[in-house]
């Protein structure tokens, strides 16, 4: 068991610049979460996936946001045309639905947009 | 709406000086209950849940604690390796509305030697 790993750890972009943000759950968990994490902050939700399938999005959600999970197992976050706004720590959490509900995060990927 | 309120925002403590942390919590039907403990720069590094009232974790120096309101994180004898943001969630709705975890702010815990 390895953990959730994120890459790249950090991302430093001009605004309007599209990134992309990839995360590896903890191997055969099912379920996949994405939050974002402002400095004093707790972690804010923004989407949700059981397998392939994302079942929750925040209304937060930007339509800059997209997410995809294809194969069920890596996921992908990509934030197009940026703004300041979006600098932030996104983190990613996976757990194995039926074996309690604690998810287990990644470190993140730390973005500054200038 | 359901949120979780946590006090104090930071605590300064000598080593050895025994406190607790508090988490407030209103929701539509608690799933459960979780405490992680988050070091600067790195993801959330889960600690403890609790899913019912009365229920009681511990962990080395941890204790955590529920009712139907609140949860607490009680530090004993803590040491300068404790220091870190604590950080409370709950997930909540009924029928598995929903698998979201909303987060506190946290308390930042300062443990000096």
């Known amino acids: 068991d390895t953990g959730v790993s994120q890459n790249p750890r950090h991302k430093i972009t001009k605004r309007g610049q599209n990134v992309t943000f990839r995360c590896d759950p903890i191997?055969?968990?099912?379920?996949l979460y994405w939050y974002r994490q402002t400095l004093g902050q707790g972690p804010e939700f923004l989407t949700y996936?059981?397998?392939?399938?994302?079942?929750?999005k925040s209304r937060l959600l930007s339509d800059r946001f997209s997410a995809e999970r294809p194969k069920g197992s890596f996921s992908t976050l990509e934030i197009q045309r940026t703004e300041q706004g979006d600098s932030a720590m996104y983190l990613c959490?996976?757990?194995?639905?039926?074996?309690?509900?604690?998810?287990?995060f990644g470190p993140g990927t730390r973005l500054t947009v200038t | 709406e359901d949120q979780v309120t946590q006090s104090p925002e930071a605590l300064r403590l000598q080593e050895g000086e025994s406190s607790s942390l508090n988490c407030s919590y209103t929701?539509?039907?608690?799933?459960?209950l979780f405490w992680y403990r988050q070091d600067p720069g790195k993801g959330p590094e889960f600690l403890f849940t609790?899913?019912?009232a009365g229920e009681e974790k511990e962990k080395e120096r941890l204790k955590a604690t529920l009712t139907k309101k609140e949860s607490f994180l009680h530090i004993t004898a803590p040491k300068p390796e404790d220091s870190a943001t604590y950080l409370c969630?709950?997930?909540?709705?009924?029928?598995?509305?929903?698998?979201?975890?909303?987060f506190g702010t946290g308390t930042l815990l300062a443990v000096q030697p």
């Open positions: 609790l899913y019912s």
């Open positions: 929701v539509s039907g608690l799933r459960g």
């Open positions: 969630a709950v997930q909540a709705g009924y029928g598995g509305a929903t698998n979201k975890l909303i």
């Open positions: 191997s055969e968990h099912n379920r």
């Open positions: 996936f059981q397998n392939e399938a994302q079942l929750e």
């Open positions: 959490a996976s757990t194995l639905s039926g074996s309690g509900y604690e998810q287990y």
